[in-house]
Structure formats: C-alpha cells, structure tokens
C-alpha cells in the first residue's frame, strides 16, 4: 500500500509559477513509477507528466512541456511538479498518482492522493 499527499497548490497570476510536491509513505517509494495528473471543472482527469523510478525518464503532455518539470527525491519519498509560465488553462485539481512498470500516459495507475487546487488567474 502506498499513501500519497499532495502540497504547494494555490492562486496564482497568469505567468507566474508554483511547485507541487506529492509525499509518499508505505512502500518502498523507489520501486513505483509516478505521474502527475490534473481535473478542471466538467472535464476529465488527463494525464500531465510521469517520471520513471530513477529519475531517468520523464513524459509530458504536449501542452506543458518546456513549461513543467518533473522530478523526484527518492531520499525524501517525494516528488515535484514544477511549473512556470502558467496560465489559465491550467486551473485544475492536480493529483499525483503511483504505480509499478513503466511510465504511463493512461489513468492505469495503482495509488492516487486526494488533490490540490491550482487556480491561475488571467
């Protein structure tokens, strides 16, 4: 069993920036590949980024890439989302998620957090 917690959303201004952070605890964190995921009022949960168990491979959606980053501390059993240039289309609860494999741009993961809001004002 793996909890996750989710941390650091909040408003924000269009342009501006916040990192998220998901604080895993249960299982051996370094074995489970991680994702980030978000859900905006009305629409479905869509797939954001994912970072394999060392760090060495990450995916984005399209949308965010060059302006998201992913990583992770597996010393600390957390992992970021850092996110610059925003803007309001990415107002959403954000969730991160685990699961053991391969990175994965589906919702097939196995543990999921409860959410934090990001809200970008234009």
């Given at each position: 069993q ?9 408003l ?38 994912a ?70 004002s234009?």
């Amino acid at each position: 069993q793996v909890q996750l917690v989710e941390s650091g959303g909040g408003l924000v201004q269009a342009g501006g920036s916040l990192r998220l952070s998901c604080a895993a605890s249960g299982r051996i964190f370094n074995s489970y590949t991680m994702g980030w995921f978000r859900q905006a009022p009305g629409k479905e949960r869509e797939f954001v980024a994912a970072i394999n168990w060392d760090g060495s491979f990450t995916s984005y959606k399209d949308s965010v890439k060059g302006r998201f980053t992913i990583s992770r501390d597996n010393g600390k059993s957390t992992m970021y989302l850092q996110m610059s240039s925003l803007k309001p289309e990415d107002t959403a609860i954000y969730y991160c998620a685990a699961r053991r494999g391969f990175t994965s741009t589906t919702l097939s993961y196995d543990y999921w957090g409860q959410g934090t809001q990001v809200t970008v004002s234009s």
